[in-house]
């Protein structure tokens, strides 16, 4: 496959010096067998606004979604900003959607997946409920999140020996997205995606997020009601509206 295949099938932008990246939904199933034939771990990062102003204040953070073969917005605060901007307007896609696109364009080539996170019993959950989904995906290992960081590098040992093409990761991975760009160099080819909101649905402990409220952009609203606090955030808001403005009036 040509080493600019994926360049050819997704476009790239920036928003406040963050890459993104516009993905066709009908794109997928080449995007996959593009982001299989590079080298190394193919890292998908899901990023909100709240994330664009982590990435700004977390270097290491910033050095991930830099290093991510696919950085796709999910907010639509994010999609509004970049067209604030003047670029195109990114395709937005809804978490749970996606992950279940991508992982029906594995199956389609029988392709392995590894699932890490999750407390034991949404673990087995979620390896029950995508056996029954994907019947052509090959299940090469699971393990749970919260685990004690002296057996981190027996489960990256098994990772890698268990050569999967997917990584699903969820909850009680410390650091995320960061976990995954820390050890990039030590798996193989193969894609990863962090998605604690994909890993609690199939787990059945959270309900799936509607299109509709997804397409009015109040799709953060559960969210809020569960963890209310984070009412505290408006400030930061308030200075992503004003950084999206500044960059445009002096074109950084």
């Known amino acids: 496959m040509p080493a600019n295949r994926l360049s050819d099938l997704v476009e790239r ?3 406040l ?12 199933p080449e995007v996959v067998d593009a982001l299989l034939a590079e080298d190394g771990v193919s890292q998908i990062m899901l990023l909100r ?8 204040a977390d270097r290491e953070l910033r050095r991930c979604t830099q290093d991510a073969a696919l950085s796709i917005p999910v907010s639509k605060s994010v999609v509004a900003g970049a067209r604030f901007l003047r670029h195109k307007r990114p395709t937005r896609h809804l978490p749970f959607d996606l992950a279940i696109r991508l992982l029906g364009a594995l199956e389609d080539n029988h ?4 699932i890490l996170g999750g407390t034991p019993l949404s673990l087995r959950t979620v390896e029950q409920n995508l056996r029954e989904t994907f019947p052509g995906l090959r299940f090469v290992g699971r393990y749970t999140g919260y685990f004690n960081r002296i057996v981190e590098s027996d489960i990256i040992t098994a990772i890698r020996k268990a050569g999967p093409d997917f990584i699903l990761l969820g909850g009680g991975i410390a650091a995320g997205d960061k976990w995954i ?17 994909t890993f609690d649905i199939i787990a059945e402990r959270r309900q799936r997020t509607s299109r509709t409220a997804f397409q009015r952009g109040l799709d953060f609203l559960p969210a809020l009601m569960r963890r209310p606090w984070r009412v505290l955030r408006l400030p930061v808001f308030l200075w992503y509206l004003i950084l999206l403005l500044v960059f445009k009036v002096f074109r950084l």
């Open 13 to 15: 932008i920036e928003v």
């Open 17 to 28: 010096r963050i890459p993104l990246h516009s993905l066709a939904n009908t794109d997928l």
């Open 49 to 56: 606004w709240w994330d664009f102003m982590r990435a700004r």
């Open 111 to 114: 392709r392995s997946v590894y």
């Open 181 to 197: 760009s820390r050890h990039r160099k030590e798996f193989g080819s193969c894609i990863a995606l962090c998605s604690v909101e």
